[in-house]
C-alpha cells in the first residue's frame, strides 16, 4: 500500500536549520510529485513547493526562496526538505503529499512532522 | 498565486443539518479544485476532486459543484463524524494553494 512516512518531531533554535524526511513506499517513486505544505498551530495549510522526484527539479513559493531546499534520494525513494534561518513564525506541522501530475489533488500525505523553534 | 477565499470560516450546525461551504478563487481555475477534510492531529483527507467527483470511499452525502472562480462543497446530513476542518485547493497550476479553512462544529 502506498505510505509516505515522515521523519519525527524536531526542536531547533532561532537561526538554526531544519532538515525533515519523507520516505516513499508501496508505488513507483519517480511517477509521483512530492510536495511540502506546513500548517501553524491553529492555522491552515499552506504550499510550500514541490519536487520532480524523476528529474530532481524544484519549485517553491516565493515566500521561501532562499530558505528551502528539496532534494530527494531515489535510491531510497526518500524526499528531504531543509528549511534554514528559522525563525518563531516556521512553528508548524510539515506535511509531504504526492500527485501525479498538475491536474490531480493530493491523494496520499504524510503524516507531519513537528517543528517546533524556541529559545 | 492563485488565491482562494472559503466562507464561512467557522460553522456551527447541528446533526442531520444541510451545511454548505462556499470557495472562491481569484482566477479561474476551470474545474481543477478538491475538498478535503482534517482533524485534530491528522493529515488532510482528499473528499471531491475535479469541483464535483467524489473520491472513493467518501458517503454520498458530501458533494461538490461549481467551476471558474466559485465553488462549493455541501454535505446533505451532518454526521457526527463530520465536525472537522475543511479546506478548498485549487490545482490548476503546480502551486497548489488552500483556502484558509472552515470549522465546522456543533
Known amino acids: 500500500q502506498v505510505q509516505l512516512v515522515q521523519s519525527g518531531a524536531e526542536v531547533k533554535k532561532p537561526g538554526a536549520s531544519v532538515k525533515i524526511s519523507c520516505k516513499a513506499s508501496?508505488?513507483?517513486?519517480?511517477?509521483?510529485?512530492i510536495h511540502w505544505v506546513r500548517q501553524a498551530p491553529g492555522q491552515g495549510l499552506e504550499w510550500m513547493g514541490i519536487i520532480n522526484p524523476s528529474l530532481g527539479s524544484t519549485t517553491h513559493a516565493q515566500r521561501f526562496q532562499g530558505r528551502v531546499t528539496v532534494t530527494r534520494d531515489t535510491s531510497t525513494s526518500t524526499v528531504y526538505m531543509e528549511l534554514s534561518s528559522l525563525r518563531s513564525e516556521d512553528t508548524a506541522v510539515y506535511y509531504c503529499a504526492r500527485d501525479l501530475r498538475v491536474t490531480t489533488p493530493f491523494d496520499y500525505w504524510g503524516q507531519g512532522t513537528l517543528v517546533t523553534v524556541s529559545t | 498565486d492563485i488565491q482562494m477565499t472559503q466562507s464561512p470560516s467557522t460553522l456551527s450546525a447541528s446533526i442531520g443539518d444541510r451545511v454548505t461551504i462556499t470557495c472562491r478563487a481569484s482566477q479561474s481555475i476551470s474545474n481543477w479544485l478538491a475538498w478535503y477534510q482534517q482533524k485534530p492531529g491528522k493529515a488532510p483527507k482528499l473528499l471531491i476532486y475535479?469541483?464535483?467527483s467524489l473520491e472513493s470511499g467518501v458517503p454520498s452525502r458530501f458533494s461538490g459543484s461549481g467551476s471558474g472562480t466559485e465553488f462549493t462543497l455541501s454535505i446533505s446530513s451532518l454526521q457526527p463524524d463530520d465536525f472537522a476542518t475543511y479546506y478548498c485547493?485549487?490545482?490548476?497550476?503546480?502551486?497548489?494553494?488552500f483556502g484558509q479553512g472552515t470549522k465546522v462544529e456543533i
Open positions: 508501496g508505488y513507483t517513486f519517480t511517477s509521483y510529485y
Open positions: 475535479e469541483a464535483s
Open positions: 485547493q485549487q490545482y490548476s497550476v503546480y502551486s497548489k494553494t
